[in-house]
Nanobody, 115 residues
Framework: QVQLVESGGGLVQAGESLRLSCAAS????????MGWYRQAPGKQRELVAV???????SHADPVRGRFTISRDSAKNTVYLQMNSLKPEDTAVYYC?????????WGQGTQVTVSS
C-alpha cells in the first residue's frame, strides 16, 4: 500500500505564491508518475501537472508558465510551485501516484486565492 500526504495549502491573495508538497511512503514501485490534480466546487477533477520518475513533465494549459512541478526521488516527494496565483486557481489540490502497482491519491489540500 502507498500513502500520500500533502501539505502547503492555504489562503493567499491574487498574485502571490504557494508551494505544495506531497510525500509518498509505503511500497512504491520505482518507475512511476507523480502529479497534482485539482477540483474546484461544482467542477470535475482536472490535471494540473505530472512528472515521471525519469523527469518528464507535463503542465496543463491554464497553469503553464505559472506553476512548476518538481520531485525529489530520493525522498519520494513531489512539489508544486505555484506563482502568480489567480482566484480561478482556488480548489482542493490532490497528489497522485501511478505505477504498474496501482493508482493512489492523497487526502487533498485546500488552496484559496482571494481577489
Amino acid at each position: 500500500q502507498v500513502q500520500l500526504v500533502e501539505s502547503g495549502g492555504g489562503l493567499v491573495q491574487a498574485g502571490e505564491s504557494l508551494r505544495l508538497s506531497c510525500a509518498a511512503s509505503g511500497s512504491i514501485f520505482s518507475i512511476n508518475t507523480m502529479g497534482w490534480y485539482r477540483q474546484a466546487p461544482g467542477k470535475q477533477r482536472e490535471l494540473v501537472a505530472v512528472m515521471t520518475s525519469k523527469g518528464t513533465t507535463s503542465h496543463a494549459d491554464p497553469v503553464r508558465g505559472r506553476f512548476t512541478i518538481s520531485r525529489d526521488s530520493a525522498k519520494n516527494t513531489v512539489y508544486l510551485q505555484m506563482n502568480s496565483l489567480k482566484p480561478e486557481d482556488t480548489a482542493v489540490y490532490y497528489c497522485n501516484l501511478r505505477s504498474i502497482m496501482g493508482e493512489y491519491w492523497g487526502q487533498g489540500t485546500q488552496v484559496t486565492v482571494s481577489s
